[in-house]
């Protein structure tokens, strides 16, 4: 059964530095979102793609992060510089398209520890 | 804004006994989805039963029912015959069914983490 894959599962760096996670949905998702879930509390949106364009990233600290999916395939999603309060776990998601399909596959996530 | 609440934080059932996860959630929309995905340790998560709002019967998915009451604004799982497999985070998650790209994000309430005893 295809899977969304994500790199790296661990990940750890100090403050100040740069981290990039990558994506890759299942073949045909044509959506594809971007989740942090901070230890003890349910994953909350952070970016949501279309093909190559994004359609919601009112939740993405903007000074701080940004995301690509630049062939509209797979993203990655850059936090630069790393702070103490970004380390979650950051869940990448897909379906095949927002207006068809309900249901969003998960990735085994990258956990992301910032000291 | 929807939100979603799970009153539990932590359950726990005896493998093979019935269990009832409780979950409620705010919204002023008529259409939406409900679902209930599970995320067992460490590895990712997935979907587990889903409703769709319009629907006046409970979704069933082998083991795991649930409880749907529109009018309260609550949704709650049952997962019968509880097996070790089963423990893991459960997430109740909310999805609007209006219209635009950007209302399709998940809603998530904060997970209940359920044990099942041997």
């Known amino acids: 059964e295809a899977e969304v894959a994500q790199s790296p599962r661990y990940k750890i760096t100090e403050k100040s530095q740069a981290v990039a996670f990558w994506c890759d949905p299942i073949s045909g998702h044509a959506t594809l979102y971007w989740y942090r879930q901070i230890l003890g509390q349910g994953p909350e949106l952070l970016v949501q793609?279309?093909?190559?364009?994004?359609?919601?990233d009112s939740q993405l600290p903007k000074d701080r992060f940004s995301a690509e999916r630049l062939k509209g395939v797979d993203s990655t999603l850059k936090i630069q510089p790393a702070e103490l309060g970004d380390s979650a776990m950051y869940l990448c998601a897909s379906s095949f398209h927002w207006a068809i399909q309900e249901t969003q596959y998960f990735g085994p996530g990258t956990r992301l520890l910032v000291l | 804004a929807q939100t979603v609440t799970q009153s539990q934080p932590e359950m726990s059932v005896q493998e093979a006994e019935t269990v009832t996860l409780s979950c409620t959630y705010d919204?002023?929309?008529?259409?939406?989805?409900l679902f209930w995905y599970k995320q067992p340790p460490s590895r990712q998560m997935i979907l587990v039963i889903r409703q769709e709002a319009y629907k006046q019967q409970n979704a069933t998915e082998n083991r795991f029912s649930v409880n749907f009451q529109k009018a309260a604004k609550s949704f709650s799982l049952k997962i019968s015959d509880s097996q070790l497999g089963d423990a893991a985070m459960y997430f109740c998650?909310?999805?609007?069914?209006?219209?635009?790209?950007?209302?399709?994000?998940?809603?998530f309430g904060k997970g209940t983490k359920l044990s099942v005893i041997p």
């Open positions: 998650a909310y999805r609007s069914g209006g219209s635009g790209a950007g209302s399709y994000q998940l809603t």
């Open positions: 919204t002023s929309e008529s259409d939406y989805y």
């Open positions: 793609f279309q093909d190559e364009s994004v359609v919601d």
